[in-house]
């Protein structure tokens, strides 16, 4: 049956979620179910809106159709960055979106997603399922009525799209950019002005002159939004965001009300989700930035000394909010030291072996 076949090959997801006894599932009695999911995300996002498809076919294949989740892009049930308040308010029984859209509610919400001169995806999965991250966040999201389980991870992005080049700090003073989270906050010290946009809105203000730059996710999503036809200069790397976790959220009520099998599949959706959605990104970047490229788009590195003066600002931004935010400071107690413990390792292993390789790889051509 379908749903046995989901249960014996979720991967990742089984591994993180643990497994289910079969009986429990094969039950005739469990109810049929429809739920209304909202996205942040419009449908030509084949990846992150397609990672919420996804998960409602997961779900709908392990229960035999009996639990369906309808899913919603961007504005159609609500605007792109309101999911949170659509799921807090029962509007809708869960949401994809990421976290950080919400910081103007607490900016605690950023290390879900993704924290400037943060952990990388690898290290971030790692601080969720083993370093304590995902209990920490849930505590966040439970006081906004809200159960969240990571269902995404873009992986690192880059620094977005400019319509001119960025050789300093002082390029960015008076400089309009779409970009998320708390690195607006960060920049804004150096003259930059941060715009919150959801990724369909991007494009119109960029082209209208409403925005100077900005950045989204990476190579596939940005060739499809077509910001290369009115910015020229591509940055790297996206330096607030090494990694970008993506998860889905519930109402608490809707969540609780669940069987505890239908629990279950959900959390085991979402893992197998996580890691589809980076295995997708992975393999598509790298073709999509050829394109790019070949179409007339110009990479550029960020300024390394620019970037040297971001990191320094940035954890001192860190230790003001810590002062200042009791939430923020219980969740940046247990980040920051497993971040340093990560970097440790990180270098001697996997730096050592990616900084060989690629460097020969270069070499070579």
Same mark, same amino acid.
């Given at each position: 049956?379908?749903?046995?076949?989901?249960?014996?090959?979720?991967?990742?997801?089984?591994?993180?979620?643990?497994?289910?006894?079969?009986?429990?599932?094969?039950?005739?009695?469990?109810?049929?179910?429809?739920?209304?999911?909202?996205?942040?995300?419009? !449908? #030509? @996002? =084949?990846?992150?809106? +397609?990672?919420?498809?996804? $998960?409602?076919?997961? &779900?709908?294949?392990?229960?035999?159709?009996?639990?369906?989740?309808?899913?919603?892009?961007?504005?159609?049930?609500?605007?792109?960055?309101?999911?949170?308040?659509?799921?807090?308010?029962?509007?809708?029984?869960?949401?994809?979106?990421?976290?950080?859209?919400?910081?103007?509610?607490?900016?605690?919400?950023?290390?879900?997603?993704?924290?400037?001169?943060?952990?990388?995806?690898?290290?971030?999965?790692?601080?969720?399922?083993?370093?304590?991250?995902?209990?920490?966040?849930?505590?966040?999201?439970?006081?906004?009525?809200?159960?969240?389980?990571?269902?995404?991870?873009?992986?690192?992005?880059?620094?977005?799209?400019?319509?001119?080049?960025? !050789? #300093? @700090? =002082?390029?960015?003073? +008076?400089?309009?950019?779409? $970009?998320?989270?708390? &690195?607006?906050?960060?920049?804004?010290?150096?003259?930059?002005?941060?715009?919150?946009?959801?990724?369909?809105?991007?494009?119109?203000?960029?082209?209208?002159?409403?925005?100077?730059?900005?950045?989204?996710?990476?190579?596939?999503?940005?060739?499809?939004?077509?910001?290369?036809?009115?910015?020229?200069?591509?940055?790297?790397?996206?330096?607030?965001?090494?990694?970008?976790?993506?998860?889905?959220?519930?109402?608490?009520?809707?969540?609780?009300?669940?069987?505890?099998?239908?629990?279950?599949?959900?959390?085991?959706?979402?893992?197998?989700?996580?890691?589809?959605?980076?295995?997708?990104?992975?393999?598509?970047?790298?073709?999509?930035?050829?394109?790019?490229?070949?179409?007339?788009?110009?990479?550029?590195?960020?300024?390394?000394?620019?970037?040297?003066?971001?990191?320094?600002?940035?954890?001192?931004?860190?230790?003001?909010?810590?002062?200042?935010?009791?939430?923020?400071?219980?969740?940046?107690?247990?980040?920051?030291?497993?971040?340093?413990?990560?970097?440790?390792?990180?270098?001697?292993?996997?730096?050592?072996?990616?900084?060989?390789?690629?460097?020969?790889?270069?070499?070579?051509?």
């Amino acid at each position: 049956m379908k749903r046995r076949a989901f249960l014996t090959s979720a991967g990742v997801g089984l591994a993180a979620a643990g497994t289910v006894a079969a009986p429990a599932i094969a039950q005739s009695s469990q109810p049929e179910i429809k739920w209304r999911m909202a996205s942040s995300y419009p !449908k #030509s @996002l =084949d990846t992150i809106y +397609g990672a919420a498809e996804f $998960i409602a076919k997961r &779900v709908s294949d392990a229960t035999d159709g009996k639990f369906q989740i309808r899913t919603f892009a961007a504005g159609e049930i609500v605007p792109a960055l309101q999911v949170l308040d659509a799921v807090q308010n029962g509007t809708v029984e869960c949401g994809q979106s990421a976290a950080y859209f919400y910081v103007g509610k607490d900016p605690t919400f950023c290390f879900d997603t993704a924290m400037p001169f943060g952990l990388n995806t690898r290290q971030h999965i790692a601080w969720m399922m083993h370093g304590g991250g995902l209990e920490l966040m849930r505590e966040v999201f439970k006081d906004y009525n809200i159960h969240h389980i990571p269902a995404g991870n873009t992986g690192a992005q880059m620094g977005g799209w400019f319509r001119k080049e960025i !050789k #300093s @700090l =002082d390029d960015l003073k +008076g400089l309009k950019m779409r $970009i998320g989270g708390l &690195v607006g906050q960060i920049l804004t010290p150096f003259g930059l002005v941060p715009q919150q946009l959801g990724g369909g809105d991007i494009y119109p203000a960029l082209e209208r002159g409403t925005i100077d730059a900005a950045e989204f996710v990476g190579p596939y999503d940005d060739e499809k939004l077509g910001f290369h036809k009115v910015a020229k200069y591509y940055y790297y790397p996206g330096w607030w965001e090494g990694s970008a976790q993506i998860p889905l959220m519930f109402n608490m009520q809707a969540w609780e009300s669940l069987p505890k099998s239908y629990q279950t599949i959900l959390e085991q959706a979402c893992w197998e989700a996580n890691s589809w959605m980076i295995a997708k990104y992975d393999t598509l970047n790298a073709s999509a930035l050829k394109r790019l490229v070949g179409a007339g788009a110009v990479l550029r590195p960020f300024p390394r000394d620019m970037m040297q003066a971001c990191e320094k600002a940035a954890f001192e931004f860190y230790d003001k909010l810590a002062a200042s935010n009791p939430r923020f400071k219980k969740v940046y107690d247990g980040w920051k030291p497993f971040l340093e413990q990560e970097r440790l390792w990180f270098r001697v292993a996997e730096n050592g072996f990616d900084s060989f390789v690629y460097s020969q790889a270069a070499q070579q051509k």
